[in-house]
């Protein structure tokens, strides 16, 4: 089974970039997606970016980050990265990866997450 470890959290200012991280450790499958989702406190997660691993490599974006967030990834070295731009202040959240083998927006549809990397934005 895949295991998913995040990373690249941090405190930013509005406006500031980050770059997140999602290493994938055991069998990868051809096919398989893998996806970003966010979850601010006391609401609901929330579908940001994913990206199918393999010849194809389509990307998906939430309406709320496309123009300004990329999803990519490094196969050698197991990683799906999500570039986010032009943070803003409504987007502090614990930012979560999730593999699976089909295509969703909907967290409840997935069932491998990683652990979750923290974001603050200040005010």
């Known amino acids: 089974q895949v295991q998913l470890a995040e990373s690249g959290g941090g405190l930013v200012q509005p406006g500031d970039s980050l770059r997140l991280a999602c290493v994938a450790s055991g069998r990868i499958i051809e096919g398989d997606y893998f996806t970003w989702f966010r979850q601010a406190p006391g609401k609901e997660r929330e579908f940001v970016a994913g990206?199918?691993?393999?010849?194809?490599?389509?990307?998906y974006y939430a309406n709320a980050v496309k123009g300004r967030s990329t999803i990519s990834r490094d196969d050698a070295k197991h990683t799906v990265f999500l570039q986010m731009n032009d943070l803003r202040r409504e987007e502090p959240a614990v930012y979560f990866c999730a593999v699976g083998a089909q295509m969703s927006t909907y967290a409840e549809n997935w069932h491998t997450w990683g652990q979750g990397t923290k974001v603050a934005v200040s005010s």
């Open positions: 990206i199918r691993w393999g010849s194809t490599g389509t990307t």
